[in-house]
């Protein structure tokens, strides 16, 4: 396999490739590069790698800003310190994410993930999106909580202790069923990738809610619903005539 690997620690890079080449010594590292602007350059002048391995802090910049700008043909191994850019990676040809400190058998299990979403297709080429894809339905990779960041504290925060997710003033805020309120950095349409769809629905354009949030359901004009909550939330949540139908069917999937 040929691979690319884009890290701008030197000691890492080469750990990276020692280890790569100990799995599988037909592995072939084509390069190593440590910035975004060597790395664009260098995909533009190259054949593609069959895969590459990418921190996503580089020198000049996060590996996102290479992936928008370069139209990739093999999928990506992120390897990095940050775990708050896993759902960005898996929307930038992601297809395994290895937290820093890694070692031989993360990066092990890492390549048997991507063999498996290559095997799938067999001898056919595999695109990103197709692997991508495959990843979300099979592994199911939905949030479990969130860390809060609160009066200069991270509070850990169980997603099943979330009523309501809903957007207010260019901002996006989270409720608790203990009625606390508090913002979080991710847009609604985030959040949407990374919530299980059996626990939360995206009710209208400003909330999101949880199951167990819903205490009662009743139709509203022009064949909308009007659902009622058990916490207090800024507005009305009310459902369009168009989700109607899909709420109703979630809900009763649910029940």
């Keep these: 396999m040929k691979i690319l690997i884009l890290e701008d620690e030197i000691a890492t890079a080469n750990d990276l490739e020692y280890l790569l080449k100990k799995l599988d010594s037909s592995n072939i590292i084509l390069d190593i590069i440590d910035s975004v602007e060597d790395g664009i350059s260098w995909l533009e002048n190259n054949e593609s790698p069959d895969l590459i391995f990418s921190d996503i802090q580089l020198a000049d910049g996060l590996s996102f800003d290479l992936f928008e700008k370069v139209k990739l043909e093999c999928p990506v191994i992120f390897c990095t310190a940050f775990d708050e850019y896993a759902i960005k990676a898996f929307e930038n040809h992601g297809v395994a994410y290895i937290l820093k400190p890694f070692d031989e058998e993360k990066l092990q299990k890492s390549m048997q993930q991507y063999q498996n979403f290559a095997n799938i297709f067999g001898e056919e080429k595999i695109t990103i999106k197709e692997i991508v894809k495959e990843i979300r339905v099979h592994e199911q990779a939905f949030r479990n909580n969130f860390l809060i960041h609160y009066r200069e504290k991270m ?38 990738q990374m919530l299980d769809p059996k626990l939360f629905f995206r009710a209208n354009r400003k909330f999101i809610l949880s199951f167990q949030s819903i205490e009662a359901v009743e139709p509203y004009f022009a064949r909308k619903l009007y659902v009622h909550t058990k916490v207090s939330l800024p507005d009305k949540v009310i459902v369009s005539k168009q989700k109607s139908t899909p709420f109703l069917r979630w809900m009763e999937e649910n029940h």
């Design 155 to 192: 509070i850990p925060l169980d997603v099943q202790d979330i009523a309501s997710f809903y957007a207010e003033n260019g901002m996006t805020y989270l409720m608790t069923y203990k009625n606390h309120k508090f913002n979080i950095q991710y847009t609604l349409e985030q959040l949407e």
